[in-house]
């Protein structure tokens, strides 16, 4: 026996009420909010020395007998992406994810802009995983092992019962509780069974087909008899899609996210997110196009985006990807209004979400507001108003910053010259001051591993030093290089471009390193030291191959308008060979010689004449797994001293205003080129 909503408002709120030994406490919704809020209320109340009946209603629960989870069949539309954060409170809450769900683990997030790809190291300390939320993709050997299907294992254990149903509607029953009407998932006509609890968690998300309209679903519709003002939260489209690989494919990737915020100008793409999963690679897509895409234009979209130049480049040749599993789902973006009423709360992404990013951790902190609140503020209306609404609204309050800073973001890494600007100053920065002094570095680690609060990115964003930084360390410099590209003759066309700056920690590291590898002991302190390195998806022995077109002038990968290399004497890596560094003007010209050469690793030449005569030039390939390895270049010279007054005061001169800088801009371009010239033709 139900009663309408006008008779439920006519009852008093159980204002006072909370859950006694024994309630019942009904979850509609088995996906991350669900089966946190189950975990986190039963323990709870069994703090309070209570008891709960807790059930669950997951309309995707297969609870086969074959596998030992009750599995979610399926997937939640999600790409699994596990947030630093979510992993310590997993963690704190004893929640350990066992290694069959792990698909990844990232050691770098790469954030790409249209000038430069910029490599965020995962901070010591921190853990970046990937999971699948489901049974999806469907030939994976491990599927009924699964993020979700783990969470509601956990909660099963804290003592709740799971019951694969799909709920129909709620409504108030004569005693003032609310019942839970529920059926066989798929048959809406069928028969239907009905749950009365003292409390209704509603955790349903926004996905109960993907990409569904929040207006007219059926569920949705029902959900306003029971709370009359309750209005939908604000959805966006995306289109999310498993990619497969042959087998070892994507092993280039392994260890790394990768966001993109631009598309093209038929692509509107306003975010974008690439996460290998072993064979398996997510892809999620936002923007204009993706708003405006009908259903069957999904494929089409996701070829489009694997054909950009800056999408192809990061996709390892051969990799042969093909959908196994593509849909359009929605994303909450803004809070729902009217989420709670006596005895019934919302939870999860029905009500709110962290904007773009981290939606799993916002479930748990959801969940987490509404269990405490019904442990220790009470059921009803008044009390959830008091102990849990305010913390959605301060939740959504904090998404409104986050538009602020997703746009801004999006309009630098988009935009050449901006994005150019940026990519300079957190260069310098990692070039010039200690890791915890960065903060640019530490502002895009924030947005992109989603490690704080919106406001407080935005407010990191809007620091005089920030600004600082941009200007001094990013568009000065900037306007500086793209000066001395254009003396040089240096052009990008068809080449990628990437970071080739060391940080200032690994500079000092490397550097010793290669001084004893190489066994020379003076230079411990020259006057002029500088070390670029780049990642090369290829093994030692070609890019030692490569290394050997070092003086092959025009025909190498090292050719500018003013500086010619040109091997003088003996063969390619051949002991003895001496190459001349043919500069203009004249008088800064110089040999060098290959002094040393051990094994595939290194290739030292030492400077035999000119301004720079005893200076070490060293090319160091460490090897990064089987087939890739970083290749860097160490060079480290005095300057003359000379030997009367005249000379010295010259040399001084030249010491103080050598332009150091252009030997970055030549050697950042000799790289990439090289690299380029290598992962082309890898054999
Ligand atoms: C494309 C995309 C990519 C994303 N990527 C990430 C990411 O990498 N990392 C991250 O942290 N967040 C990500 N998110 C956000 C994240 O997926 C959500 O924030 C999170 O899943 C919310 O959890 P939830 O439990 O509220 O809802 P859901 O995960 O949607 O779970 C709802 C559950 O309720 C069940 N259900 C629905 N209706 C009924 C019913 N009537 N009866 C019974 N059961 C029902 C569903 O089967 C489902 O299991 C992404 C979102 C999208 C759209």
Request: charged share 25%; net charge positive.
């Amino acid at each position: 026996m139900t009663i309408s909503p006008a008779e439920r408002a006519r009852q008093p709120d159980s204002r006072s009420v909370f859950l006694q030994d024994g309630a019942t406490l009904a979850v509609v919704g088995g996906g991350p909010a669900g089966a946190f809020f189950a975990i986190l209320a039963a323990r709870k109340a069994r703090a309070l020395g209570k008891a709960l009946d807790l059930v669950i209603i997951e309309k995707n629960s297969g609870g086969r007998d074959s596998c030992p989870a009750h599995t979610i069949e399926g997937c939640n539309y999600c790409a699994g992406g596990i947030s630093p954060n979510l992993f310590d409170i997993l963690n704190q809450n004893g929640i350990h994810l066992p290694e069959e769900i792990i698909e990844g683990k990232a050691e770098s997030v790469i954030v790409h802009g249209d000038w430069k790809s910029l490599e965020l190291p995962v901070p010591k300390g921190r853990t970046m995983l990937s999971v699948f939320r489901g049974t999806r993709p469907q030939n994976r050997p491990s599927r009924y092992e699964n993020f979700d299907a783990f969470l509601l294992d956990q909660a099963v254990n804290e003592g709740a019962r799971l019951i694969c149903g799909e709920a129909r509607d709620i409504s108030y029953g004569k005693s003032g509780k609310p019942a839970v009407r529920y059926g066989e998932p798929s048959r809406p006509g069928g028969e239907s069974k009905t749950i009365e609890a003292d409390f209704v968690a509603v955790a349903s998300g926004v996905n109960q087909t993907p990409g569904m309209n929040l207006a007219t679903d059926p569920f949705f519709r029902a959900l306003k008899g029971a709370l009359p003002g309750f209005r939908p939260p604000k959805v966006r489209r995306a289109l999310i899609c498993e990619m497969q690989a042959e087998e070892e494919a994507l092993r280039h990737l392994k260890a790394e996210v990768h966001f993109v915020q631009y598309g093209s100008r038929d692509l509107r793409i306003e975010m974008s997110s690439l996460i290998p999963k072993g064979r398996w690679i997510t892809i999620v897509l936002l923007g204009p196009s993706v708003d405006a895409a009908q259903p069957s234009d999904r494929l089409a979209i996701i070829e489009r985006f694997l054909e950009l130049p800056h999408i192809k480049r990061l996709i390892p040749r051969g990799a042969r990807l093909r959908p196994v599993c593509l849909c359009f789902p929605n994303m909450t973006v803004k809070r729902a209004r009217g989420f709670l009423g006596d005895r019934i709360a919302l939870v999860g992404d029905i009500v709110v979400s962290r904007l773009y990013k981290d939606g799993i951790f916002s479930a748990y902190t959801t969940a987490e507001a509404l269990s405490d609140c019904l442990l220790n503020e009470g059921i009803g209306r008044s009390a959830l108003m008091k102990g849990y609404a305010p913390f959605i609204r301060r939740f959504d309050r904090d998404n409104r910053f986050g538009e602020v800073v997703f746009t801004l973001s999006r309009l630098t890494f988009s935009r050449p010259v901006l994005s150019r600007i940026v990519y300079q100053a957190v260069l310098t920065e990692l070039k010039s001051k200690a890791r915890n002094k960065r903060r640019l570095v530490n502002v895009l680690w924030k947005i992109a591993g989603g490690d704080d609060s919106y406001s407080k990115i935005l407010w990191a964003m809007a620091q005089p030093a920030a600004i600082w930084t941009i200007f001094w360390g990013g568009a000065l410099m900037t306007f500086r290089n793209a000066l001395a590209e254009r003396l040089f003759g240096l052009r990008w066309q068809g080449i990628g471009r990437y970071q080739t700056g060391v940080a200032m920690e690994d500079f000092e590291e490397k550097r010793q390193s290669f001084l004893r590898a190489l066994e020379v002991s003076s230079l411990q302190r020259p006057e002029f030291a500088r070390m670029y390195s780049i990642r090369i998806k290829a093994g030692r022995a070609r890019v030692l191959q490569e290394l050997g077109r070092f003086g092959d002038g025009e025909n190498g990968f090292f050719s500018t308008r003013r500086v010619v290399v040109r091997r003088i004497s003996g063969a390619a890596n051949e002991l003895g060979s001496t190459v001349l560094y043919d500069v203009s003007p004249r008088f800064l010209s110089f040999r060098m010689a290959l002094e040393k050469i051990v094994g595939t690793r290194f290739l030292m030449y030492r400077v035999l004449d000119g301004f720079a005569r005893d200076g070490i030039f060293v090319f160091g390939i460490d090897p990064i797994g089987e087939d890739a390895c970083s290749l860097s270049i160490y060079v480290a010279f005095d300057f003359p001293r000379g030997t009367n007054a005249l000379p010295r005061s010259f040399w001084r001169l030249f010491r103080l205003f050598f332009p150091g800088f252009v030997h970055d801009v030549i050697w950042n371009h000799s790289l990439c080129r090289l690299k380029h010239l290598v992962e082309v033709n890898p054999e």
